[in-house]
């Protein structure tokens, strides 16, 4: 394969990735020299897939979880009892099993009522003052009620049915619906004035701060970021203390979906849903081109396996 074919890959792979720098430093070589032996190329890829492994995976060292729902076929997303798993790793909130949470065509629907789901993050996110993490997905709302409801938040332990922490809300308004938030129970919403429309798919990303004292983060929600790298570049669809009179929380453990109240809650597609503490990687869906470059690796390093055995 030579440079040139191996340079077209180079659309494919975002910006910061090392993954076609390296593929040419594996099958590059000057046209007038000696080809190198069979041991000596397979010890080079060998090492070369280590390294393909470990570059690919600090890349993404800052997502806590991500799920886009292409893998799972159509039907419950998670188990019908009380933290039971279904598909991946999503399991049902509480004992509510009635019209359980549904995988369509790769993407989650969430209905108006019913079962609520959860899914643990691979490593829980520490809330210190400064810091912030941020939640990503891609929404369309295909209805809301006058009152409102909230259909996406976290807990800070997995699986915990009471506490329910930074409850992103969606409800109508003349033209379409905004958004809303509320830290915990016990508050006043704070809505967005900002009427979006239905049946359009918008990305969004919730970025939460922690703030030194008590009751005093800070919530903000960007919606099709224009750029997908630096948070400050971008003006959020709208801004908010923390609201409620519940604690804040300290941890960020699951990641929830939730089928609120049937004369409230809006109907909600969700889809590439991430969590994590970089801006760049939330903002934007993940790539597929990474993985299948880890794909053609694997099956590269298949093939000289099968070599040596022959």
Request: proline share 5%; glycine share 10%.
């Amino acid at each position: 394969m030579s440079v040139e074919i191996l340079e077209r890959l180079q659309p494919f792979v975002g910006v910061g990735r090392t993954a076609p720098a390296l593929l040419i430093t594996i099958v590059a070589k000057p046209r007038n020299k000696p080809r190198r032996n069979k041991s000596s190329m397979e010890k080079l890829l060998s090492v070369a897939l280590v390294t393909f492994s470990v570059s690919i995976t600090a890349v993404h060292a800052t997502i806590n979880f991500y799920d886009n729902f292409n893998t799972y076929v159509n039907g419950n997303l998670a188990g019908l009892t009380a933290n039971a798993v279904g598909q991946g790793t999503w399991a049902e909130t509480g004992v509510a099993a009635a019209t359980p949470v549904q995988v369509v065509n790769g993407a989650v629907v969430l209905g108006t009522s019913g079962q609520d789901v959860y899914a643990p993050l691979t490593t829980p996110i520490s809330i210190t003052a400064g810091s912030t993490f941020y939640i990503g997905a891609t929404v369309t709302l295909t209805a809301a009620q006058a009152t409102g409801d909230y259909f996406l938040h976290f807990t800070p332990t997995v699986g915990d049915s009471a506490v329910f922490a930074e409850r992103l809300f969606a409800k109508s308004s003349p033209g379409g619906f905004v958004f809303g938030y509320d830290g915990s129970s016990g508050g006043t919403v704070n809505y967005s004035p900002t009427v979006l429309s239905f049946n359009t798919p918008y990305r969004l990303v919730l970025a939460y701060t922690g703030v030194a004292g008590p009751i005093n983060d800070t919530f903000a929600l960007y919606v099709n970021s224009t750029d997908t790298s630096v948070e400050l570049n971008n003006t959020p669809l709208f801004t908010s203390g923390y609201v409620g009179t519940g604690a804040e929380s300290a941890t960020v453990a699951g990641i929830n979906l939730r089928q609120g109240t049937a004369a409230n809650a809006p109907s909600v597609i969700v889809d590439d849903l991430s969590v994590g503490t970089t801006f760049g990687e939330i903002a934007s869906v993940p790539e597929p081109s990474i993985v299948a470059l880890v794909g053609g690796f694997s099956l590269l390093g298949l093939f000289m396996s099968a070599r040596r055995q022959s």
